[in-house]
């Protein structure tokens, strides 16, 4: 289970331990350092590209998007997430490649329609561990993304060199891209604070490579590779998705000026994006901090001279937020390279509201519309329906590469869990295909 492949640009900062591969294997090319064959493993993922087709806040095709006919989905979102990150690990000393590989790898295992889906999928998984997308992500990355295969002992959840039975091993990321990627390190109800988090990172079936990639860890806590990609994941879809609010016509800057719509927006907020203890004139300070800025856009009207001062707000307010970071990181710990377990990455108080309120407005004039919640309800039904298809019909209606899963599954929740595994695979349409197909009631 232990072997080293590539080079890194620093070994001083990433050892042999961190370039590790579950399943060791030989260089392909010399001079390519071990996190570059990572990048690169998801960058050509099929995983990745099928993320074109899945809803990062408006549905590809509905009414919604008609205002735009190219919202952005969840692999424009990792793209933007990945430049982000990369830049702002860079400036850190992180490896890029290492942060740019977690960033475009953090949302692969999201299913059809969002965080929608998501809520959709875990009711029907309650009786197999629920379905989380972090989750989801590394039972991807470390099982069901076919790249690499390995012989292992029948039964066994590790890898061995020859004999026994051929089982996947994911792309076989490097150890330390698999714990950059992992935004929530802990199993279902293991939250450090709070045991009734929906949050969690890895499956009771994934929990070897899991232990085998945290081997080294402090418990609980995100490499600090992670917290730059999720700090980079916060800042592009807080940002992008004010941005295409605006673009769309659903935001209008003049009403963040109304005391009554603001206390609408601070309603959105507290609790789901801020503590619940946070004061809304804390709230009210962010917005104005950003509603003052000579680059804010208090107009939009679609004119290509408008297009490029939003353009300019949301670039701006990238490095707004991404240099705050790095400055306060930096007076926290100085001017060298900052790695692994060497750092935590410092996020003004500030920077943190001002994000959160661009969240706030977006979920307020966007996630919310009428004919958003409509679709939603619509979308539950299909995630349901397919489920309950599924699960009496199977293995009619799994691909291939699952089907062959679920025939070897040795019992019902494993089983369970190979359907979960398909659908989470799917895109928004072609789930809706599928469902057509299966119970003959297109939705």
């Avoid at 016509?249 to 801020?274: C, F, M, T």
Wanted: aromatic share 6%.
């Amino acid at each position: 289970m232990e072997g080293t492949t590539g080079t890194t640009s620093d070994p001083r900062c990433y050892d042999e331990a961190a370039t590790a591969r579950w399943a060791a294997e030989p260089d392909k090319r010399p001079g390519r350092t071990a996190f570059q064959r990572d990048r690169a493993r998801v960058l050509h993922s099929a995983a990745l590209r099928r993320l074109a087709g899945k809803t990062q806040v408006v549905t590809p095709g509905s009414r919604s998007a008609a205002w735009d006919p190219s919202p952005r989905t969840r692999l424009t979102h990792s793209l933007e997430c990945a430049q982000v990150g990369r830049e702002l690990g860079a400036a850190l000393g992180c490896d890029p490649d290492l942060v740019e590989a977690a960033c475009l790898a953090h949302d692969l295992g999201h299913p059809p329609f969002g965080h929608n889906g998501e809520q959709a999928l875990n009711d029907v998984a309650k009786d197999c561990g629920g379905f989380e997308g972090n989750a989801q992500s590394l039972r991807l990355l470390t099982r069901i993304e076919p790249k690499r295969f390995v012989h292992a002992p029948a039964g066994s959840s590790g890898a061995a060199d020859e004999g026994g039975e051929l089982v996947s091993v994911g792309l076989n990321l490097t150890r330390a891209a698999l714990d950059a990627a992992t935004k929530y390190p802990w199993a279902r109800g293991g939250h450090p604070t709070d045991p009734g988090s929906p949050k969690f990172g890895v499956y009771e079936d994934d929990l070897p490579v899991f232990a085998w990639a945290r081997q080294g860890a402090p418990a609980h806590r995100k490499c600090f590779e992670a917290q730059v990609m999720d700090w980079s994941d916060d800042v592009a879809y807080s940002v992008h998705d004010f941005e295409d609010g605006l673009h769309a016509g659903h935001i209008d800057p003049n009403a963040l000026l109304s005391e009554q719509e603001r206390q609408e927006i601070w309603k959105v907020a507290v609790g789901r994006y801020v503590a619940e203890d946070t004061d809304p004139q804390e709230l009210a300070d962010a917005l104005d901090r950003l509603v003052e800025q000579e680059w804010w856009p208090h107009g939009y009207d679609g004119s290509a001279v408008a297009q490029a001062r939003l353009k300019d707000a949301t670039s701006q307010l990238i490095g707004r937020f991404c240099l705050a970071a790095e400055a306060a990181t930096r007076q926290a710990y100085g001017p060298g390279r900052l790695t692994r377990y060497a750092a935590e990455l410092v996020v003004p108080h500030e920077a943190h509201l001002e994000c959160a309120v661009l969240k706030a407005v977006a979920d307020r004039y966007v996630m919310q519309r009428a004919e958003q919640e409509a679709l939603r309800a619509e979308q539950r039904i299909v995630v349901a329906e397919l489920a309950d298809a599924l699960v009496t019909r199977a293995p009619e209606g799994l691909d291939p590469q699952f089907r062959a899963l679920f025939e070897a599954a040795a019992d019902d929740r494993s089983r369970k869990r190979v359907i979960i595994d398909q659908i989470s695979s799917l895109t928004d349409a072609s789930a809706r295909t599928l469902h057509a197909r299966l119970t003959s009631r297109p939705l």
